[in-house]
């Protein structure tokens, strides 16, 4: 069974950036596509960015991608999301995600994820 902690949410500042983590526990982590997902107050979930095994990575879209940097050390486990220059409209609780068939396709698709993580706030003052 495959487990996945978030951290590094918290309270910060409009124009201050952030990096999140997600550490998981079991597998085999180094071959999973693995994912950033948000849902901001009263909204839906939806895809940030995704990874693949081969560190290829994609991302919601263009201004997103301006933003916001998805990597992953597999030596440790661990997929990071770092954001700059937050603005109020990132407030939001980032999820991590894990796809243990390491799929390619559909990364955008929160089905195509077979484990996620609790989450952690992200809170963006103005």
Do not use: M
């Not at 495959?2 to 085999?28: F, I």
């Amino acid at each position: 069974q495959v487990q996945l902690v978030e951290s590094g949410g918290g309270l910060v500042q409009a124009g201050d950036s952030l990096r999140l983590s997600c550490t998981a526990s079991g597998g085999t982590f180094s071959t999973y596509t693995i994912a950033w997902f948000r849902q901001a107050p009263g909204k839906g979930r939806e895809f940030v960015a995704a990874i693949a095994s081969s560190g290829g990575a994609t991302y919601d879209t263009n201004s997103v991608k301006a933003r916001f940097t998805i990597a992953r050390d597999n030596s440790k486990n661990t997929l990071y999301l770092q954001i700059a220059r937050l603005k109020p409209e990132d407030t939001a609780v980032y999820y991590c995600a894990a796809d243990e068939h390491g799929s390619t396709a559909d990364t955008w698709a929160r089905e195509a994820y077979d484990y996620w993580g609790q989450g952690t706030l992200v809170t963006v003052s103005s």
